[in-house]
């Protein structure tokens, strides 16, 4: 009986330990729903200028002698037709299609700042599209069109930004760059030459931002009670990993209990049923959802704000959902193409299937491939590991830089809660932590989330006044940024 009155007291000082800090970490005052106010003129004059990026069809290129460049051709020539002071007065180096312009700031010694995006966007059928893909309709103050959200917004908003600057008469503080390749969508080397051109000029950033989150709208209705500001601070590895099933093929009629393509599929079942890698509450995890605790309910803030204690529970919970939610507790993988016999009545003797997995933080890119090939050797299936490469490495969300841009969201946008995040997918970013510690992947935009869904989907499209935001943001940003000296 004793005990059991001990196991309660100590059952009640960890419930009331729990609910303090919830407490603390509660939202306080709620921000009201912002409503922004920008003149129709310019919303007009932004829906024309972004229209006619969108209605240039850059498809990715291969990084070959012969790639068809005619249509970053026609590209580049409406970005400098609309942004003449940012083609008269930067310094642009083009190379192989990839542009970078430099923006000479008043202190050739503090250390120069990156914005980035990309020219290319992936194709699109016109088929399911209220309107059509490379249309740039603008229609009730919305405009549609691959890239629009994919990332012609970037260079649209940017540029926006520093032609209306220039206008002003503005100059930086340091050394601003732009760079936007042609080929980030297959993840080909446009931003990796651009980096080793960089480097030959010694040169080295006090932060890059790049695509990747946004000004979500309610990204979890009902869970979370204001827009969230998500700024990619690191993104996940990549493979992809073949799989093969050899033995005797044969005539359809005469099938064995067990054939390569039932092979396959059970070895694909027991992936998918029986996740084979490590998931566990990573500190990058771990900021993100005490970065989310203020802007949930309390009964969710009473988990939230007590990893310490719930942790464990929260990434078994929250890692079985699957989907954007699920992917950020550890590696991923997702079987995407097949290929099995060219004839309909022949059992083919060496079908394969191909996964792409997406590496956590939990493991390294080697224990993930080994976690997968103890599963194919019970199936006896060849393996072939390509593409691959380790997850990036992680911003840190406790430096001046990023309070600063913390900051400034919060100016452009102070009904948004500001939260650090793992990107499960891959922007060219990456490439530039070797120029940088602070290395940040967010479009300063408000979206929907059927905005942000429809990135290489149906339906791209982006409101112009978000955009228009973006460029607040961006002209905001650069006004008060002041870099320190280059110790370098």
């Given at each position: 009986m004793i005990i059991l009155w001990i196991v309660l007291g100590m059952v009640c000082v960890l419930t009331a330990v729990c609910a303090v800090c919830a407490v603390k970490a509660g939202p306080g005052a709620v921000p009201a729903e912002q409503i922004y106010q920008c003149d129709q003129e310019r919303l007009d004059s932004y829906a024309r200028k972004f229209g006619d990026l969108i209605r240039i069809e850059t498809l990715s290129q291969p990084d070959e002698p012969d790639a068809d460049l005619s249509a970053f051709r026609r590209y580049q020539e409406k970005v400098d037709e609309l942004f003449p002071l940012v083609h008269a007065k930067l310094e642009k180096t083009e190379r192989n299609?990839?542009?970078?312009?430099?923006?000479?700031?008043?202190?050739?010694?503090?250390?120069?700042?990156?914005?980035?995006?990309?020219?290319?966007?992936?194709?699109?059928?016109?088929?399911?599209?209220?309107?059509?893909?490379?249309?740039?309709?603008?229609?009730?103050?919305?405009?549609?069109?691959?890239?629009?959200?994919?990332?012609?917004?970037?260079?649209?908003?940017?540029?926006?930004?520093?032609?209306?600057?220039?206008?002003?008469?503005?100059?930086?503080?340091?050394?601003?760059?732009?760079?936007?390749?042609?080929?980030?969508?297959?993840?080909?080397?446009?931003?990796?030459?651009?980096?080793?051109?960089?480097?030959?000029?010694?040169?080295?950033?006090?932060?890059?931002?790049?695509?990747?989150?946004?000004?979500?709208?309610?990204p979890l209705k009902g869970v979370v009670d204001r827009p969230l500001a998500a700024v990619g601070v690191t993104e996940k590895g990549y493979a992809n990993i073949r799989f093969t099933s050899r033995g005797h093929g044969g005539h359809a009629a005469t099938p064995g209990p067990v054939t390569n393509v039932t092979n396959l599929c059970a070895f694909v079942t027991d992936v998918n049923r029986h996740n084979p890698f490590k998931r566990k509450l990573t500190p990058e995890c771990r900021q993100m959802i005490e970065a989310l605790s203020p802007a949930v309910p309390f009964y969710l803030r009473f988990f939230t704000a007590n990893l310490w204690l719930f942790g464990g529970l929260l990434v078994k919970i929250l890692a079985s959902k699957g989907g954007q939610v699920g992917a950020i507790f550890g590696t991923t993988c997702a079987f995407t193409m097949m290929q099995g016999s060219d004839a309909e009545n022949v059992m083919p003797a060496a079908p394969y299937v191909i996964a792409n997995i997406r590496i956590g933080f939990c493991e390294k890119l080697q224990d993930s491939i080994e976690a997968l090939r103890k599963v194919a050797d019970r199936y006896h299936l060849?393996?072939?590991?390509?593409?691959?490469?380790?997850?990036?490495?992680?911003?840190?969300?406790d430096t001046e830089q990023f309070r600063y841009l913390a900051s400034v969201i919060r100016k452009v946008y102070p009904d948004a809660a500001v939260i650090p995040y793992v990107m499960t997918g891959g922007?060219?970013?990456?490439?530039?932590?070797?120029?940088?510690?602070?290395?940040?992947?967010?479009?300063?935009?408000?979206?929907?989330?059927?905005?942000?869904?429809?990135?290489?989907?149906?339906?791209?499209?982006?409101a112009i006044d978000a955009a228009a935001q973006a460029v607040d943001f961006y002209k905001t940003f650069i006004r008060g940024y002041h870099a320190e000296a280059d110790a370098d």
């Open positions: 299609g990839v542009l970078l312009y430099r923006w000479k700031g008043e202190n050739p010694s503090a250390k120069p700042i990156l914005f980035m995006g990309h020219q290319d966007v992936v194709p699109a059928s016109p088929e399911g599209w209220s309107h059509g893909p490379f249309s740039g309709d603008y229609e009730n103050g919305i405009l549609w069109g691959r890239g629009t959200v994919d990332d012609k917004c970037n260079l649209f908003t940017q540029l926006s930004a520093a032609e209306e600057l220039l206008e002003e008469g503005f100059t930086p503080g340091q050394d601003i760059w732009f760079q936007y390749s042609i080929n980030e969508e297959p993840s080909g080397p446009g931003a990796a030459h651009s980096v080793q051109y960089l480097k030959e000029q010694g040169i080295r950033f006090d932060f890059v931002m790049d695509e990747g989150g946004a000004v979500l709208e309610h060849d393996m072939e590991v390509y593409s691959a490469r380790e997850a990036s490495p992680v911003t840190p969300a922007t060219d970013c990456r490439h530039f932590a070797e120029l940088s510690e602070n290395c940040w992947r967010f479009f300063p935009g408000r979206l929907t989330v059927q905005q942000m869904g429809s990135c290489h989907g149906i339906d791209e499209n982006i």
